[in-house]
């Protein structure tokens, strides 16, 4: 059975300021009926923001929300949302509770994050491409999501530095799925080692670090 919109969400009474034209009493601990997010989120990269919905701060994600009514837009923190405003699935159905929701807000968390990585390590591979024709191959992006063999991504790092490139290991991943890029890893110099670090997943940094005396 559902239950009745408008009485959904926590029933414990949280103590959350009132937004500018917001009675305390409407936002106070029941879902925000009239509120929608936007799909409009930030990643502030600090923590430097602050909810505008309850005043927390700092927070580091920002989502932004709409009251359907008024028009008015405010950027809040994942609390809130997860609390107190309503959000759907791509069928129009209402994710409920807390951790359900908290879900929802994670993988749009991770997705961005990716989505960042991809287009700075882009840049990076478009930049090399200008100026070192071994990066003219669409195959550099194309296995980007993949991972790239330890020679692969050394190649990159040599070619940025060569070029005058910024290069960031973290934005790119080595695949240590196979056998022989374990290997190529185990056989990088100390310096190679410490350019590439970034890119290894965290699970096999511990194995690698004892290795390199690190
Ligand atoms: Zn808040």
């Given at each position: ?12 009474r ?7 034209g917001e ?16 799909h ?68 749009i968390?991770a ?5 960042a990585r991809?287009?700075?390590?882009f840049?990076?591979?478009d ?39 910024p ?12 056998g ?35």
């Open positions: 059975m559902r239950g009745t919109p408008g009485t959904q969400g926590p029933t414990k949280t103590p959350v300021r009132a937004a500018d009675s305390t009493s409407t936002i106070s601990g029941r879902v925000l009926r009239d509120w929608r997010w936007t409009g989120y930030a990643d502030l990269i600090e923590s430097a923001g602050r909810c505008e919905l309850c005043g927390h701060q700092p927070i580091r994600y920002k989502f932004e929300i709409e009251n359907q009514k008024t028009k008015k837009h405010l950027w809040v923190g994942s609390e809130c949302i997860k609390k107190f405003v309503p959000i759907f699935d791509e069928r129009g159905v209402e994710i409920r509770g807390d951790r359900r929701k908290g879900a929802v807000l994670d993988r968390v997705n961005s994050r990716t989505m991809q287009d700075r390590a840049e990076i591979l930049n090399l491409s200008r100026v070192d024709p071994r990066f003219q191959d669409w195959t550099w992006k194309g296995n980007w999501k993949h991972g790239f063999s330890a020679r692969q991504l050394q190649l990159v790092a040599v070619s940025c530095k060569v070029n005058g490139i290069f960031n290991s973290s934005d790119f991943r080595i695949n240590t799925r196979k022989w890029v374990r290997q190529q890893v185990r056989e990088l110099l100390d310096w190679q080692y410490r350019q590439l670090r970034g890119a290894l997943p965290a699970q096999r940094i511990e194995e690698y670090d004892q290795i390199f005396g690190i």
